[in-house]
């Protein structure tokens, strides 16, 4: 047996547009984040996965046998319920020790718990002595984190976690689950992620309740046309047929609908240079975030609004699931500083709360390595 240890990590993510549409069949512009989750792993020729972390006292012991058992532990579910969906799907998984070093932020946003499932099973695919296929472990991992964890994400913080590349977001469409990567390039600025740190702790039943209504409307729509998701309609398509909607839902839908629009134009500005109009469809997803979808809050209001005030930035808006977290921020390059000092500022004075700035990159997926 093959007892050398391995370091393997899956990263981070951050996504430009495209919010709340992964789950509608909509397409999404993530990009892995230089933070990452690294996992120490060392096959250890027992029955068991002896999980630790860098930075918790922690320890749990997950017998191989009984992977159903731990959906209660409240760091240890995310591990557990990856090796268990990774076995129910035919895998062999082989005892070992894994030492977590999570270096996405917990709480923020960027998707830690993605980065753990992902490196979890990447790192038991190295385990058993299986190749690594990133985006059947991405699916994988968002079933683990659906029906083990029980939030009902959609592909994109996994897939973006197993499959992202240096430098470039990817243009993930979620109903065929394929993406083509785009170089990020954005001239004379820079991307600036904020952390609003306030807690969210209703995040999952919040994110579920979404996720049912657009599931409603969906329903509804399907009676007035043939679509397979939100994501099939164009705005103006939306426009004839959703008087059938009642008034919260319809706003549900018409976030999806018009955000799915936003994306496309997004590519279309990238594709162009033209930065402006990028900034223009951040501020547009913010506000249809806030008004239509109702996920942000005070919080990333505040931090998105100060963003949006400084001179040198032209587009700011919440990224992830919402309810707190980060926000992301298009800012000319040569006033980084100034605006860093403006928004900190601005917001804690309106919220009681200190603003992060994180210095990340955009970086690759999974990565696995020797360890010396
Ligand atoms: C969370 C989920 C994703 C996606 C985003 C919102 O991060 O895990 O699947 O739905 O929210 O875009």
């Known amino acids: 047996m093959n007892m050398k240890s391995y370091k393997i990590s ?148 996994q897939y973006a976690s197993a499959c992202g590349k240096k430098n470039h977001a990817m243009l993930l469409n979620c109903k065929a689950v394929e993406s083509v990567y785009v170089p990020i390039e954005f001239g004379d600025y820079q991307l600036v992620i904020a952390n609003c740190n306030k807690p969210h702790d209703l995040v999952t039943s919040k994110y579920n309740e979404r996720r049912q209504e657009t599931e409603q409307a969906l329903a509804l729509l399907q009676t007035q046309t043939k679509i397979d998701c939100l994501a099939d309609l164009t705005v103006t398509k939306f426009d004839e047929i959703s008087r059938v909607l009642p008034t919260i839902i319809r706003k549900r839908a018409y976030h999806v609908v018009s955000e799915c629009e936003r994306v496309r134009l997004a590519m279309q500005s990238m594709s162009t240079g033209n930065m402006l109009m990028l900034g223009e469809l951040l501020n547009a997803s913010h506000k249809s975030l806030r008004d239509n979808y109702e996920v942000t809050g005070k919080e990333l209001d505040s931090l998105a609004f100060a963003a949006q005030a400084h001179p040198a930035c032209i587009g700011s808006r919440m990224t992830g699931g919402g309810f707190g977290g980060c926000t992301i921020s298009l800012v000319r390059k040569d006033s980084v500083e100034d605006f860093k000092k403006f928004v900190s500022e601005r917001y804690t004075k309106e919220t009681g709360y200190p603003v992060t700035f994180y210095d990340c990159e955009i970086g690759d997926g999974i990565i696995v390595e020797e360890n010396d």
């Open 10 to 157: 899956a990263a981070g993510r951050v996504n430009l547009i495209g919010e709340h549409v992964d789950y509608c069949g909509g397409k999404v512009l993530p990009a892995a984040l230089s933070f990452k989750n690294t996992i120490k792993m060392t096959p250890n020729g027992t029955n068991f996965i002896n999980l630790s972390w860098t930075t918790l006292p922690d320890k749990v012991t997950l017998d191989i046998d009984k992977l159903a058992e731990y959906k209660d532990e409240k760091y240890a579910k995310y591990q557990a319920g990856s090796a268990y969906v990774w076995q129910r799907l035919g895998h062999k998984i082989v005892g070992c020790d894994m030492e977590y070093d999570c270096k996405v932020p917990f709480g923020s946003g960027l998707s830690s718990s993605a980065a753990i499932e992902v490196s979890t099973i990447a790192a038991l695919c190295v385990a058993a002595g299986e190749e690594i296929n990133p985006k059947e472990i991405a699916l994988a991992a968002q079933k683990a984190e659906n029906e083990y964890v029980g939030m009902n994400c959609g592909i994109m913080d």
